[in-house]
T-cell receptor, first 112, second 115 residues
Framework: AQRVTQPEKLLSVFKGAPVELKCNYS??????LFWYVQYSRQRLQLLLR??SRESIKGFTADLNKGETSFHLKKPFAQEEDSAMYYC??????????????FGTGTRLQVTL | KAGVTQTPRYLIKTRGQQVTLSCSPI?????VSWYQQTPGQGLQFLFE???????NKGNFPGRFSGRQFSNSRSEMNVSTLELGDSALYLC??????????????FGPGTRLTVL
């Protein structure tokens, strides 16, 4: 069975400090990994997906199949980054990209 | 482009009752997925509908069902409500292709409270 693990419920960093939100997965096959974000009073939205290999709002994430990880990183945290972040997985075994398995989420708190 | 809408936003029911939640996808989207979000279990996939057919199903009991109409609007129904069904129910719409580049857009959710 597939599983996504986000070990930290809360990550508190100072503004300007580097950020790393951890995500590990378990999946028998070729996974597709995503990061979703939910800002206060807003709906859940896609932040980035590994297949695009892009940087969104300064965030990047690299899929490491050897370590089965997909950590989200940003070199300098900003106040507006404070939000709930969810790592999610889909793949051939789950059927389609419409069936996502989510981690439990990490709340990122950026303080001055 | 209007986003995904869900109605009602809040609902209070008692045990044993049934409830129907509605989701209107983004125009042009043919896939609607439903998720249950609870503090204990997090976000869990319920099912997905594409072109009026259930294409994927999660591990939920048969009390949870859904359907999709020809205009892609979707409803989910929960019968014989239990206290543990109290949750935020999210729907997400997408084009429905099988490509991983297909993005799911989430609605604001319906908060169901079972008393």
């Amino acid at each position: 069975a597939q599983r996504v693990t986000q070990p930290e419920k809360l990550l508190s960093v100072f503004k300007g400090a580097p950020v790393e939100l951890k995500c590990n997965y378990s999946y028998s096959g070729s996974p597709e990994l995503f990061w979703y974000v939910q800002y206060s009073r807003q709906r859940l939205q896609l932040l980035l997906r590994h297949i695009s290999r892009e940087s969104i709002k300064g965030f990047t994430a690299d899929l490491n199949k050897g370590e089965t990880s997909f950590h989200l990183k940003k070199p300098f945290a900003q106040e507006e980054d404070s939000a709930m972040y969810y790592c999610a997985l889909s793949g051939a075994l789950t059927g389609t990209a419409s069936k996502l398995t989510f981690g439990t989420g990490t709340r990122l708190q950026v303080t001055l | 482009k209007a986003g995904v809408t869900q109605t009602p936003r809040y609902l209070i029911k008692t045990r044993g009752q049934q409830v129907t939640l509605s989701c209107s996808p983004i125009s042009g989207h043919r896939s609607v997925s439903w998720y249950q979000q609870t503090p204990g279990q997090g976000l869990q996939f319920l099912f997905e509908y594409f072109s009026e057919t259930q294409r994927n199903k999660g591990n939920f009991p048969g009390r949870f069902s859904g359907r999709q109409f020809s205009n892609s609007r979707s409803e989910m129904n929960v019968s014989t409500l239990e206290l543990g069904d109290s949750a935020l129910y999210l729907c997400a719409s997408s084009l429905g292709t099988l490509r991983s580049t297909d993005t799911q857009y989430f609605g604001p959710g319906t908060r169901l409270t079972v008393l």
